[in-house]
């Protein structure tokens, strides 16, 4: 089992040992490589770890026992990837807390974002995305902290779904942290 925790990293839960290991990477003793929090935590079909950091997207090989370390901004902004999935291509996609909606190709190495405009209506809400869940339908639904989106991958628009205090259907408030489809279909949504 796999665990990440703020301020300790990624772990290791050993059935067997009944013991954690933790990882850490540091290559050039400096705070720049390092890992302390991890926000999300997946495993490729080749067995490979990803996970969400403070200071971007990390891999892990086990098998060769290597780490490697992927941003999507320079050197002294912000890389926070809060969210991952992977999806049946094998591609990655990212909730980061500042550049929106992020898709990362592994084999090429490139970073694609969607992010909010506000001359546009069916871009993001929100560059905090905070959740990322694909339905039965290949529909993506985006929490973020300014409300819930409904992503259509095949034409890169999004429908924005908030709280209105005059209509008690909507969204109880606007900052969704997680999401979940069940059985039958239905979404349920952990705001804030």
């Known amino acids: 089992m796999w665990v990440g925790a703020a301020w300790a990293g990624l772990n290791k839960w050993d059935r067997n040992k009944q013991k954690f290991k933790r990882f850490s990477f540091d290559p050039d003793n400096s705070v720049d490589g390092k890992f302390n929090r991890v926000y999300s935590i997946v495993e490729d079909p080749e067995g490979i ?101 409904r992503f259509d991958k095949r034409t890169g628009n999004f429908k924005r779904y908030k709280h209105d205090q005059n209509n008690p259907h909507s969204l109880s408030q606007d900052e969704v942290e997680t999401l979940y489809e069940d059985r039958q279909g239905r979404l349920w949504i952990g705001t804030y």
């Open 49 to 149: 770890i990803w996970f969400g950091t403070d200071n971007g997207l990390y891999s892990y090989n086990r098998f060769s026992n290597e780490f490697k370390n992927y941003k999507y901004n320079s050197m002294g902004k912000s890389n926070r990837v809060r969210h991952i999935y992977i999806d049946e291509y094998g591609i990655i996609w990212l909730g980061t807390l500042t550049k929106g909606l992020g898709k990362f190709n592994p084999l090429s190495g490139l970073f694609q974002f969607y992010s909010n405009d506000i001359n546009n209506a069916a871009s993001i809400s929100s560059n905090r995305v905070m959740f990322i869940l694909p339905d039965k339908n290949d529909i993506y639904w985006i929490g973020t902290v300014d409300g819930l989106n």
